[in-house]
């Protein structure tokens, strides 16, 4: 799996948008972008993932660069709640069972 | 709410005790997981299981014995743990065991005294 890297921390206002890049240059052709997040003491949540076009749900959306060295995990309106360490994973989708966790950033969403 | 519920949520045992983690999901899913999270540390993957058969085991002291009766529970029996085995467990379900796709419990508090 290609190696990620993230920002150790991250501050934003609430109700601003929070931009979370993620630098994956060893990213291979076939292998996906996943983000999760982790609320303190609690397990780590699916947000969203992307292979080259962007995505958008009801939670975030997802902008991968054209070349795929690289995306950014966009929460369009944060609030107190999206507090929380935010890790960018990069995998194939049907590669094994391994999800590979790194350092993260911790996204602090202010009043 | 996730689908995949955890008991207990904190647990508090002394070196010589015997406890068991149980996780319940209920999700439909076909592989279930046991990470740990040690303070200040990523998650360790320390058991997958795919169809109640154990599939992986990331080089895990045998003082952590899981257990998986069937594709919607998951036990991890705890034995003679030491201090530094005090984490959060985490379990967690896909739906089969090559999916990176995969839903988290809240997880259990270990403490080991």
């Known amino acids: 799996d290609a190696k990620t890297t993230q920002p150790p921390s991250m501050d934003c206002a609430e109700g601003r948008a929070a931009n979370l890049p993620c630098n994956h240059s060893?990213?291979?052709?076939?292998?996906?972008v996943y983000w999760y997040r982790q609320i303190h003491s609690q397990g780590p949540q699916y947000i969203i993932h992307g292979l080259k076009n962007n995505e958008t749900n009801e939670m975030a959306s997802l902008i991968i660069t054209e070349d795929r060295k690289s995306s950014t995990l966009i929460l369009p309106h944060a609030t107190l709640r999206d507090t929380a360490v935010y890790y960018c994973i990069v995998r194939e989708s049907t590669s094994g069972s391994r999800l590979t966790f790194g350092e993260g950033t911790q996204l602090t969403v202010n009043p | 709410e996730t689908g995949v519920t955890q008991t207990p949520r904190h647990l508090v045992m002394g070196m010589t005790n015997k406890k068991s983690l149980k996780c319940e999901q209920h999700l439909g899913h076909n592989a279930m997981y046991w990470y740990k999270q040690s303070a200040k540390k990523p998650l360790e993957l320390m058991f997958v299981y795919s169809l109640e058969e154990r599939v992986e085991n990331n080089s895990v002291p045998s003082r952590f014995s899981p257990e998986c009766p069937n594709s919607s529970h998951l036990f991890l029996h705890l034995h003679t743990l030491q201090p530094e085995d005090s984490a959060l467990y985490l379990c967690?379900?896909?739906?089969?065991?090559?999916?990176?796709?995969?839903?988290f419990g809240a997880g259990t508090r270990l403490s080991v005294l």
């Open positions: 967690a379900s896909s739906q089969d065991r090559r999916m990176a796709i995969q839903y």
């Open positions: 060893t990213i291979s052709g076939n292998e996906y």
